[in-house]
């Protein structure tokens, strides 16, 4: 076991991830008696400890229906502020001064890329780099390239064993669950193959637009905001194999192993669109082709996959908020049993839902009442928040584990190096997006490439 963090650092602590995400986060580890040390907010801000208090309170507050306030001043005592210029060589003195104690420190980037190149200087300059570590989020660049450029940046203050990049997907009790669900279930890996899945599709769906970031969005795109680093994680858990033992490292070490074995995107089976008002919207570029849905075929070139199509989508003002990853296998080898009269015939589907009211859906097929000897579908449904109750938030457990030292849930430089790979050929593509309504399910050409999608339960 890893030494646990002594003190936590949040650089941009005026920013939204820190009041969205990580003070709700930081609330929770203490309310578990998993946080009690020194909380040092960064930023260029005046803010002083008690404004930095009351934002947090304000935060908290939002995130929870109810705040403990026992829970609350124990979490306001840690709390403290300083406010200085990423360039400024004393912003460091004064945070080194402060975690003259701390023997191991750990630090987010809560922060725009651009400026992680000056902080790791920064904390390098005054010894911090060597006892901390450091946590970064996406975006990891903007493609292969700035991809490793940001790890030399971070590698040139960060040992490797000190670096910690989010992807919040691998945080998410529901995506973890895939995995779960894969290896420790005996009844359905004989049939994780080729032979049995027709096709797997992953939907990531959002029912609101750029919620007033669009100026930010313009500049990312869908491919680059979640099929690069979210879809592609769903996927691995679903197509990987079974690592060679429970540790990290074999775990991370199959994780890249699938990757690797992805084909580059083609442009040929891409749809990407826009949809309609997007280009009114405050700083947008008026001919920007930034696609705001995009829709492709991967393929996984290994004897397990051979064939197997997996069909992504994922895009903004769709009809509703899911994420969802749909199996559907084959159908029996022979048609013994037709489909009820009328219906076309079904496949057996496994719906892992990955959001909102997680859970999994089985359908199969049953009798149909009557004298007729036909089948029609019904679902074995589970709700995982009613089966198993309240499950941790991401941000919680990645704090906790970075705290920990402990790097399962983290992604590795070359699982992001192998995404940038993945989606390259679709990067900024010169083809016209094609526009599609809000409220709907992304442009027609994107309906013909899955030939027939499942849609999400919403
Ligand atoms: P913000 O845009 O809210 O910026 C965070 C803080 O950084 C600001 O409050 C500001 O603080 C400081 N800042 C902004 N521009 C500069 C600059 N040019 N130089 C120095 N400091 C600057 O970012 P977010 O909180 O949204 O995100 C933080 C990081 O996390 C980013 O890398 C982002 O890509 C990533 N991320 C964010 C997510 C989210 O949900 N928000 C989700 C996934 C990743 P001040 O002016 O007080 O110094």
Same mark, same amino acid.
């Given at each position: 076991m890893h030494m646990r963090s002594d003190a936590v650092v949040l650089f941009g602590v005026t920013g939204d991830l820190v009041s969205k995400k990580l003070f709700p986060a930081l609330y929770e580890l203490t309310r578990r008696d998993r946080l009690d040390v020194p909380v040092i907010g960064v930023a260029?801000?005046?803010? @002083?400890d008690q404004q930095l208090v009351t934002m947090a309170r304000k935060s908290v507050t939002e995130a929870? @229906?109810?705040?403990d306030d026992e829970t609350f001043d124990r979490l306001a005592d840690n709390l403290s502020m300083i406010s200085g210029n990423?360039?400024?060589?004393a912003t460091y003195e004064r945070l080194a001064e402060r975690l003259r104690d701390a023997e191991r420190p750990v630090f987010y980037l809560a922060i725009p890329p651009a400026v992680f190149g000056s902080v790791v200087e920064g904390l390098a300059a005054v010894g911090l780099a060597d006892r901390g570590r450091v946590i970064v989020e996406k975006p990891f660049g903007r493609d292969l390239e700035s991809s490793r450029e940001l790890d030399r940046t971070l590698g040139a203050a960060f040992a490797p064993e000190r670096v910690f990049r989010i992807d919040h997907y691998l945080g998410k009790e529901a995506v973890e669950g895939l995995y779960a669900f894969r290896f420790a279930n005996r009844l359905f890996e004989p049939l994780w193959n080729n032979e049995h899945i027709d096709n797997i599709q992953v939907t990531l769906a959002e029912g609101f637009g750029t919620q007033g970031r669009a100026g930010f969005y313009d500049t990312v795109g869908a491919t680059r905001d979640v099929l690069q680093n979210h879809i592609l994680q769903v996927v691995a858990l679903i197509a990987m194999e079974a690592p060679a033992s429970e540790d990290t490292v074999a775990f991370r070490e199959a994780e890249a192993a699938v990757l690797r074995q992805i084909a580059p995107l083609s442009p040929q089976s891409t749809v990407r669109g826009q949809y309609a008002g997007?280009?009114?919207?405050?700083?947008?570029?008026?001919?920007s082709n930034t696609e705001t849905f995009v829709a492709t075929r991967l393929t996984v070139d290994s004897p397990r996959w051979a064939g197997v199509p997996f069909y992504l989508r994922t895009g903004k003002s769709l009809p509703g908020t899911a994420t969802e990853v749909v199996v559907e296998f084959k159908q029996p080898q022979r048609s013994l049993i037709p489909a009820e009269r009328g219906t076309a015939t079904a496949a057996n589907l496994l719906r892992f839902r990955l959001g909102r009211g997680d859970g999994i859906t089985m359908s199969i097929q049953a009798k149909s009442p009557g004298a007729e000897v036909a089948s029609r579908p019904v679902d074995l449904s589970v709700d995982f928040g009613a089966a198993l109750g309240r499950r941790q938030e991401a941000y919680e457990r990645l704090l906790d584990d970075a705290m920990d030292g402990q790097h399962l849930r983290f992604a590795r430089a070359e699982t992001i190096e192998q995404e940038w790979r993945i989606v390259e050929p679709i990067l900024d593509l010169p083809t016209p997006v094609r526009s599609y309504e809000k409220g709907s399910w992304g442009p027609a050409d994107a309906d013909a490439l899955a030939g027939g999608w499942h849609v999400p339960d919403l």
């Amino acid at each position: 076991m890893h030494m646990r963090s002594d003190a936590v650092v949040l650089f941009g602590v005026t920013g939204d991830l820190v009041s969205k995400k990580l003070f709700p986060a930081l609330y929770e580890l203490t309310r578990r008696d998993r946080l009690d040390v020194p909380v040092i907010g960064v930023a260029r801000s005046p803010w @002083d400890d008690q404004q930095l208090v009351t934002m947090a309170r304000k935060s908290v507050t939002e995130a929870n @229906d109810e705040i403990d306030d026992e829970t609350f001043d124990r979490l306001a005592d840690n709390l403290s502020m300083i406010s200085g210029n990423y360039a400024d060589p004393a912003t460091y003195e004064r945070l080194a001064e402060r975690l003259r104690d701390a023997e191991r420190p750990v630090f987010y980037l809560a922060i725009p890329p651009a400026v992680f190149g000056s902080v790791v200087e920064g904390l390098a300059a005054v010894g911090l780099a060597d006892r901390g570590r450091v946590i970064v989020e996406k975006p990891f660049g903007r493609d292969l390239e700035s991809s490793r450029e940001l790890d030399r940046t971070l590698g040139a203050a960060f040992a490797p064993e000190r670096v910690f990049r989010i992807d919040h997907y691998l945080g998410k009790e529901a995506v973890e669950g895939l995995y779960a669900f894969r290896f420790a279930n005996r009844l359905f890996e004989p049939l994780w193959n080729n032979e049995h899945i027709d096709n797997i599709q992953v939907t990531l769906a959002e029912g609101f637009g750029t919620q007033g970031r669009a100026g930010f969005y313009d500049t990312v795109g869908a491919t680059r905001d979640v099929l690069q680093n979210h879809i592609l994680q769903v996927v691995a858990l679903i197509a990987m194999e079974a690592p060679a033992s429970e540790d990290t490292v074999a775990f991370r070490e199959a994780e890249a192993a699938v990757l690797r074995q992805i084909a580059p995107l083609s442009p040929q089976s891409t749809v990407r669109g826009q949809y309609a008002g997007y280009r009114d919207e405050p700083g947008v570029a008026p001919d920007s082709n930034t696609e705001t849905f995009v829709a492709t075929r991967l393929t996984v070139d290994s004897p397990r996959w051979a064939g197997v199509p997996f069909y992504l989508r994922t895009g903004k003002s769709l009809p509703g908020t899911a994420t969802e990853v749909v199996v559907e296998f084959k159908q029996p080898q022979r048609s013994l049993i037709p489909a009820e009269r009328g219906t076309a015939t079904a496949a057996n589907l496994l719906r892992f839902r990955l959001g909102r009211g997680d859970g999994i859906t089985m359908s199969i097929q049953a009798k149909s009442p009557g004298a007729e000897v036909a089948s029609r579908p019904v679902d074995l449904s589970v709700d995982f928040g009613a089966a198993l109750g309240r499950r941790q938030e991401a941000y919680e457990r990645l704090l906790d584990d970075a705290m920990d030292g402990q790097h399962l849930r983290f992604a590795r430089a070359e699982t992001i190096e192998q995404e940038w790979r993945i989606v390259e050929p679709i990067l900024d593509l010169p083809t016209p997006v094609r526009s599609y309504e809000k409220g709907s399910w992304g442009p027609a050409d994107a309906d013909a490439l899955a030939g027939g999608w499942h849609v999400p339960d919403l």
